[in-house]
């Protein structure tokens, strides 16, 4: 079992400094591939990434949820242009260096979310993502 990076993620970064085998590396470029990302290939199943997210956005792939309910102060982020993501979130990640992620949108509380699509768009920034690879 690997883990997947879902739309909570606002690149905060820290999964990626606590990885042993350095299987995650965010997307780039961030209009396209706005999160982390984690190569299952390479993963070693360690969850050392999980308490490592301020935002609670890193799953065991078998139990990305399928019906997460919000509180209401989550923030989604998608590409660029995706219907509905209108805000934007400036912030610093775990390095103290700005994040800025034009494509933002902040779940409403109880509204509930499928959060299983982002495990196909994990494996696809690996098979299509423009020549990212993790440290082997």
Do not use: Q
């Not at 400036?90 to 979310?113: L, N, Q, W």
């Amino acid at each position: 079992m690997t883990y997947t990076i879902t739309d909570l993620c606002l690149r905060d970064g820290g999964c990626a400094t606590v990885c042993p085998v350095e299987c995650i590396v965010p997307g780039k470029p961030v209009e396209e591939w706005p999160w982390y990302y984690i190569d299952p290939d390479t993963c070693i199943d360690c969850g050392a990434c999980v308490p490592e997210c301020p935002y609670l956005a890193i799953f065991p792939l078998e139990e990305v949820p399928t019906a997460y309910k919000a509180k209401g102060t989550e923030r989604l982020a998608a590409k660029i242009s995706t219907p509905g993501y209108s805000e934007t979130f400036d912030g610093t990640d775990h390095f103290g260096k700005s994040v800025h992620m034009p494509a933002i949108r902040t779940m409403v509380a109880g509204e509930v979310i499928d959060f299983t699509p982002a495990n196909d768009i994990n494996a696809a920034f690996f098979k299509e993502g423009p020549g990212y690879s993790a440290a082997k």
